[in-house]
C-alpha cells in the first residue's frame, strides 16, 4: 500500500501571511514530489516538484523535501485570496503517481 | 507547450451509450495516464500507457476501456456506464514517468451517466 498522508484542513490564514501545507509518504523507494493546487470542479495544476534533498523555491512557493524523514512540504509566501484552494501532494513511485487527500487552504483578505 | 487538452469537456450519457473521451499531448511525454476524481477526492488512478504500452490497469471494470493510438494520443471508450461512474475524469502525461518528470493534467472531462 502506497499511502501519502496530509492534514486534510482547512487552513486559514490571513493574506499576506505564510502558508505551510505538510506531506508525509510511506515508501522509500518514491523518486519525485509534486504540489498541485485544484480549484473546486477545475483539473489539478502543477505548482511544483521536487526531487532532491533541500529546498526548491519559485516565486512565493518553496518546496521543501526531507527523504530521511519521508517528508515533502510547500510553503507560501505572502498569501494572496486567490491561493484559496485545496493544495494535493502527489509521489511518484515507480511510474504511478500517488495523491494525498488534499489540504484545503482559505487566505482571508 | 505544457498542454494537455482533453475533449469534451461535458458528456451526458445514457447507461446504454457508447461514448469516448479524447485526451491529446504535443510534449513528446511517452507516459499517459488516465484518472477519476470525484468530489473532495484526490483523483484515483484508472490507467497507465508507457510507450503506448498497457502497464497498469487499475482494477478497472470493463465498462471502461483504454485505447492509445500514438503517442500523443490516448482515449477512454465508455460503454453501458453506471451512474456511480459520475465524476471528473482527468488524462495526465509525463515524460516517461520515471525519476525527475514533470507531470501535467488536462482540464478533464466531466462526465454525467443519467
Known amino acids: 500500500q502506497k499511502e501519502v498522508e496530509q492534514n486534510s484542513g482547512p487552513l486559514s490564514v490571513p493574506e499576506g501571511a505564510i502558508a505551510s501545507l505538510n506531506c508525509t509518504y510511506s515508501?522509500?523507494?518514491?523518486?519525485?514530489f509534486f504540489w498541485y493546487r485544484q480549484y473546486s470542479g477545475k483539473s489539478p495544476e502543477l505548482i511544483m516538484f521536487?526531487?532532491?534533498?533541500g529546498d526548491k523555491e519559485d516565486g512565493r512557493f518553496t518546496a521543501q523535501l526531507n527523504k530521511a524523514s519521508q517528508y515533502v512540504s510547500l510553503l507560501i509566501r505572502d498569501s494572496q485570496p486567490s491561493d484559496s484552494a485545496t493544495y494535493l501532494c502527489?509521489?511518484?513511485?515507480?511510474?504511478?503517481?500517488?495523491f494525498g487527500t488534499g489540504t484545503s487552504l482559505t487566505v482571508i483578505p | 507547450d505544457t498542454e494537455v487538452t482533453q475533449t469534451p469537456k461535458h458528456l451526458v450519457m445514457g447507461m446504454t451509450n457508447k461514448k469516448s473521451l479524447k485526451c491529446e499531448q504535443h510534449?513528446?511525454?511517452?507516459?499517459m495516464y488516465w484518472y477519476k476524481q470525484k468530489a473532495k477526492k484526490p483523483p484515483e488512478l484508472m490507467f497507465v500507457?508507457?510507450?503506448?504500452?498497457?502497464?497498469i490497469n487499475e482494477s478497472v471494470p470493463s465498462r471502461f476501456s483504454p485505447e492509445c493510438p500514438n503517442s500523443s494520443l490516448l482515449n477512454l471508450h465508455l460503454h453501458a456506464l453506471q451512474p456511480e461512474d459520475s465524476a471528473l475524469y482527468l488524462c495526465?502525461?509525463?515524460?516517461?514517468?520515471?525519476?525527475?518528470?514533470?507531470?501535467?493534467f488536462g482540464q478533464g472531462t466531466r462526465l454525467t451517466v443519467v
Open positions: 502527489a509521489v511518484l513511485t515507480g511510474n504511478q503517481f500517488y
Open positions: 515508501d522509500r523507494g518514491s523518486q519525485s
Open positions: 521536487i526531487y532532491s534533498n
Open positions: 510534449m513528446g511525454h511517452r507516459a
Open positions: 500507457y508507457s510507450y503506448e504500452k498497457l502497464s
Open positions: 495526465a502525461s509525463a515524460y516517461d514517468g520515471t525519476v525527475n518528470t514533470e507531470a501535467f
